[in-house]
Structures are given as structure tokens and as C-alpha cells.
């Protein structure tokens, strides 16, 4: 039963993943079951606003707090919101260099304190907060400094990052060089087919990268074809 758009029957973790599926569709990046009650959802930050309303329209859904990770080169956030005896958790990744989420305070007034103690300790800037002020750093440490924000860092050191962007820049970290053809060529045997001679096969390096997250992990732009760090 319902009565308007608040579903009345008492939701399972199984109903909140249908609907937030229907409601997201591809916007939904991952989601798992933490425990029985405690499902949880990546998502693409450009919808999060739109899925915590849904939450709370949907499935009268309370809003508890905010966690927040700096993992090097990205933040995590994740809004932990509870809905009879569920605790559904929204994450979406804010990457470092916009360090930027909308906020949730237009749906969810009780969200205004963590997102400004969140803003005093990783300076991560909530667009649209109903009130900006800081609210346990002093004023004058905005845009200056955050004692939970790490320096811009990922798994790749720095002597290996030369090798990897060979890696991903021309498929190979040690070109052939035209001796090693020329000797290949008087031996009478076929030339090596590289990514110079096979540039397209650099896009498929590249599409694979990406399907199984390794650009994520290492924090490469593809786009970019560079370290964002």
C-alpha cells in the first residue's frame, strides 16, 4: 500500500535495490550488501541530490550522517540514510581536482552539519549549502588548509609512473628498435606488429584498462592520457 508517494509496507533491502535501480538506472556504478540490512550504492555524484530525495520521498528515509575518506586522489563520501531498520548507504566519489558536491541541506536540512565539518576537514565545498560557515576549524583556515585532506597521491610511486605512462601512452615500456626489425628482417622472420605499427591497438589497451578499473585505481586520465597526481 501506498498513500501519496511514501511507500507504507515496511521496505526490505531487496525493494530499496529495485527501486533505486528503476529510479538510476546507469547512474548506478556498484552497489553490495555490507550485511542484510545495510545495502550499499555507488553512484555518480551528479545524481546524488536525486537519490536522496528519492530515499526520502520514496521510503521516508532519515537521514543519519556523512562519512568522508580522502583515498589520495579522490574523496569518498558516503550518506548513511535509515529507513526502518535499514541503513542504505549512498557513496559517490568527488575527484580531488574539483573537490565539489552538491548539497544535500534542500532535502535533508539535518545534513547541514556534516557537510560543513566536512568542508573544515577535507575542504570539500558543498554547492548550495543553506549555511557556509565554518563550523569547528577557524574561519580563516577556508582555502588555506584542512587537517584530514592529504597531498595529491595515488598507488604509483614516483620512479614507476615513468614506465606506466609508457605503458599507457605507447603500449609498450621498451619501443623495438629499428635494429632488432632489421635483424628480424635478414633472419627472414615477420616483423613485430607493436602499437606504432598497430596504433588502434592502443585503444583497446585502453578499454581495457578501463573495464577492469585499473585507471581508476592508479588514478590515470584516460581522457587526458596522463597521471592526475
Avoid at 117 to 143: H, M, N, S, V
Wanted: proline share 6%.
Amino acid at each position: 500500500m501506498r498513500k501519496g508517494d511514501i511507500c507504507l509496507v515496511d521496505p526490505s533491502t531487496q525493494s530499496i535495490s529495485e527501486a533505486l535501480r528503476k529510479e538510476l538506472g546507469e547512474k548506478i556504478i556498484n552497489e553490495y550488501n555490507m550485511s542484510p540490512t545495510r545495502p550499499t550504492f555507488t553512484i555518480q555524484k551528479d545524481v546524488l541530490t536525486q537519490a536522496i530525495k528519492f530515499l526520502v520521498e520514496r521510503f521516508d528515509a532519515r537521514f543519519l550522517t556523512i562519512t568522508a575518506y580522502d583515498n589520495g586522489i579522490d574523496f569518498e563520501l558516503i550518506y548513511h540514510m535509515g529507513i526502518k531498520g535499514i541503513v542504505a548507504n549512498i557513496k559517490t566519489i568527488v575527484p580531488k581536482e574539483e573537490s565539489q558536491v552538491a548539497s544535500v541541506t534542500n532535502t535533508v536540512p539535518g545534513a547541514l552539519s556534516a557537510e560543513r565539518e566536512i568542508c573544515d576537514l577535507f575542504q570539500i565545498k558543498f554547492e548550495g549549502i543553506t549555511d557556509p560557515r565554518a563550523l569547528i576549524a577557524p574561519y580563516e583556515w577556508r582555502d588555506v588548509q584542512a587537517p584530514l585532506r592529504k597531498p595529491m597521491a595515488g598507488l604509483v610511486a614516483s620512479y614507476q609512473k615513468p614506465t606506466v605512462e609508457k605503458l599507457m601512452q605507447q603500449g609498450m615500456v621498451f619501443p623495438i628498435s629499428s635494429m632488432v626489425n632489421n635483424q628480424r628482417a635478414a633472419l627472414k622472420l615477420p616483423p613485430i606488429v607493436t602499437t606504432i605499427t598497430k596504433p588502434e591497438a592502443l585503444k583497446d589497451i585502453h578499454e581495457i584498462a578501463s573495464e577492469v578499473g585499473f585507471d581508476k585505481r592508479i588514478g590515470y586520465a584516460l581522457d587526458k592520457n596522463k597521471f592526475r597526481y
